[in-house]
């Protein structure tokens, strides 16, 4: 009777393993290297705090004047301030795209025996994370606004966080994965990055805008970001435009087509990545 080879009798690793565990690594890698950078931790936080404070103080009494509930604009501004935050990280932290192809590290991943979607769920998810994380350091603080939050509500706010940063992350992604400059990493985000931001009801409503910058606001996905932390952190404001149900569908689509090119755009053998 013939024995069973030995090869049969060793137990086969589950296929997850072979995405989960790189993946996970890369992710890791993403935020050691990130919070090793003190400079660029300070400045994420601290260049929409002076937005956010300058800003604020200084249109606070026309914008109370301007019938917008009575709500000041430090008020309003935080949830603009707070989606700063998340961009200015998510879109950044894919620079690493290019600075670990010059370092010749990205050219080591994608010739090693794992699936190209490895390192989009890595890097994204590592960015998502990085972004996540400066967001909750910046509600600290909502309560000074009179922020009351509930574990559902706080639950929730997190959620939007992270739906926006990981979108935003796979955004960058997109842009820097074809690229191996990081000035042109930076003329195209900056191209894209300040409307993104200005256009998403961060400095002024939806309703006060006129017809076409309305229109503008309409099709910018990063407007039902801020307008669903703005429906969860001031419930009941005059301000808040969009139904938080709305946003939250908006939200959700942007992030699935986000990620969905973001691996589209990794499996393209013709990328720069590949040389």
Do not use: C
Request: overall charge positive.
């Amino acid at each position: 009777m013939a024995k069973p080879s030995q090869a049969s009798s060793v137990p086969l690793a589950p296929a997850s393993a072979g995405v989960l565990l790189p993946a996970i690594s890369l992710w890791w890698r993403e935020v050691v290297r990130f919070y090793r950078q003190r400079a660029r931790v300070v400045g994420v936080i601290a260049s929409p705090l002076l937005f956010w404070i300058v800003i604020g103080s200084g249109f606070g009494s026309s914008f109370r004047s301007s019938g917008a509930g009575g709500q000041h604009y430090l008020d309003f501004f935080y949830p603009g301030a707070l989606t700063m935050i998340v961009l200015f990280t998510a879109i950044f932290t894919m620079m690493s795209v290019i600075e670990d192809r010059k370092e010749g590290f990205l050219l080591s991943v994608l010739v090693a025996p794992v699936s190209r979607s490895v390192i989009v769920l890595g890097k994204v998810l590592g960015g998502a994370t990085l972004a996540t994380l400066q967001g909750l350091v910046f509600l600290v603080f909502a309560p000074a606004l009179g922020v009351r939050f509930t574990f559902a509500g706080f639950g929730t706010t997190v959620l939007v966080i992270f739906m926006m940063s990981f979108s935003l992350t796979a955004l960058g992604f997109i842009i820097a994965w074809p690229m191996d400059s990081t000035q042109a990493f930076h003329a195209i985000i900056n191209l894209f990055l300040i409307p993104l931001w200005l256009l998403s009801g961060s400095l002024f409503p939806l309703s006060g805008a006129s017809m076409w910058i309305r229109l503008l606001m309409r099709v910018n996905p990063l407007t039902y970001g801020t307008e669903a932390l703005r429906s969860l952190l001031f419930p009941g404001s005059a301000a808040t435009d969009l139904p938080l149900g709305a946003n939250f569908a908006v939200l959700g689509l942007f992030t699935l087509v986000m990620f969905a090119l973001s691996f589209v755009v990794a499996s393209r053998r013709s990328t720069k990545a590949a040389a």
